[in-house]
């Protein structure tokens, strides 16, 4: 069982790098797929640097997570996701559900429970 919670986790790890050089090398491309509209050169640089930073630590720690073993390491993207939730949750509450609020939000859901249930096993 804690294999495959590894390797799962190590898929979120994967995936959430991927997307953060996504951000790094076609912000335009990756900004369109989130709903955001980049604004001059500042708004590209923001989706340069704060969306990488986002996605490349928290898939870097869960991917050193799942590799070393480390259930501390598990931390970082579990706090990162989670805060990721509750700002979408609080958005659902200010501005109302759009249609497409949902998936992203189960998404960060399945990976947190993923990170938390691997965390569990590893201790």
Do not use: K
Request: aromatic fraction near 8%.
């Amino acid at each position: 069982m804690q294999a495959g919670l590894r390797l799962l986790v190590g898929a979120v790890g994967v995936f959430n790098i991927l997307i953060g050089l996504l951000f790094l090398f076609n912000p335009a491309g990756a900004a369109a797929n989130f709903f955001l509209i980049p604004d001059g050169s500042q708004g590209m640089a923001t989706l340069r640097a704060d969306f990488p930073g986002f996605f490349i630590t928290g898939g870097g720690f869960a991917l050193l997570g799942a590799l070393q073993r480390d259930a501390r390491a598990l931390l970082v993207p579990v706090m990162l996701l989670a805060i990721a939730l509750t700002g979408r949750c609080v958005s659902l509450l200010a501005d109302g559900m759009g249609p497409d609020a949902i998936p992203p939000m189960l998404a960060e859901a399945v990976m947190i429970g993923l990170l938390l249930a691997c965390r569990r096993s590893l201790r």
